[in-house]
């Protein structure tokens, strides 16, 4: 039976094409709905709408019986433009998460991102989910004590690290954790990435922790005062930045030294640092004090 026919017999009139799964239809009497494509009426938790329009970009733009006008999520739920600086920051979440898969610094359920949100909460990436595939309204926001505030999963499983960050560095507002196949396997060789062996600025190993415990902020913790990234050992990384464009940036650089330097070792050849003089000329040129660290 087609769809067509199932929503005549609903007494449902399709008003738009299908667009992101959902058509928008009118439900006698004047009551706006959005119909999935496999039939089912979007639950709209008891709001009426004088219109809706179609979805674009995980929105669609809409006005209550009330006269407010806003916009509904793919779950029904109803948002005023005030949340639109939100929405943006979980669309970028999202670009950025299927842009580190892409460049294969994660894979499977591996990793987190996360961001400040302006009212001092944290938008975070959910526990157990592909970060590639995650839509914008899956994410999970939380407070500075990691308390779970809005969304239905749970907040991933290295949030503590992420607070941690934020606790110490109100200068920071994005952070991401990835594991990194390159400085995985640079930490695994022993490599110490605070030489100075070709551009890239000192980049701190913490000690061991056992991946998704608080022992990793625990860590961290030395080096988070200095530094915006660093690599947890057998594990993966950790970067920052003041968006999370920075933050990926941060990451790229991080893992793409960590591949220099191990085709470097794989010659079999001697590595030797840079000359002293020369490093220091580096480190002067980034501004940063004698072990690579933030000038504070
Ligand atoms: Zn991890």
Redesign the pocket.
């Known amino acids: 039976m087609s769809l067509a026919l199932d929503l005549t017999h609903q007494g449902v009139r399709l008003l738009s094409a299908p667009k992101e799964s959902w058509s928008v239809a009118l439900s006698a009497p004047d009551d706006m709905v959005l119909i999935h494509a496999d039939g089912a009426i979007m639950d709209l938790h008891g709001a009426r709408y004088r219109w809706i329009l179609p979805f674009e970009k995980s929105r669609a733009a809409c006005c209550r019986q009330d006269g407010r006008i806003g916009w509904l999520d793919h779950q029904g739920w109803f948002h005023t433009e005030s949340e639109t600086e939100e929405w943006r920051l979980r669309q970028e979440l999202c670009r950025i998460a299927k842009l580190i898969y892409e460049r294969h610094y994660n894979a499977s359920i591996?990793?987190n991102i996360s961001v400040r949100l302006p009212d001092g909460t944290v938008l975070i990436t959910p526990s157990g989910a592909h970060n590639a595939f995650i839509e914008p309204d899956q994410l999970v926001v939380t407070d500075m004590q990691g308390q779970t505030l809005r969304g239905s999963g749970h907040a991933s499983s290295?949030m503590v690290l992420h607070l941690e960050i934020y606790a110490q560095r109100p200068d920071i507002q994005a952070v991401i954790?990835a594991?990194a196949p390159n400085a995985i396997a640079a930490s695994i060789a022993g490599m110490d990435l605070m030489e100075t062996v070709a551009t890239m600025a000192p980049i701190p190993t913490a000690a061991y922790a056992r991946?998704?415990s608080p022992e990793s902020a625990e860590r961290m913790r030395p080096f988070l005062q200095g530094y915006d990234w660093g690599v947890?050992p057998r594990?993966?990384v950790v970067t920052m930045g003041t968006t999370p464009w920075f933050a990926f940036l941060r990451l790229e650089g991080l893992e793409h030294y960590a591949e220099i330097l191990l085709k470097a070792h794989a010659t079999g050849r001697p590595i030797t640092a840079i000359e002293p003089r020369q490093r220091q000329a580096l480190l002067d040129f980034w501004n940063l004090g004698p072990q690579g660290e933030h000038k504070r």
């Open positions: 591996d990793g290295e954790h594991h991946p998704s947890l594990h993966g």
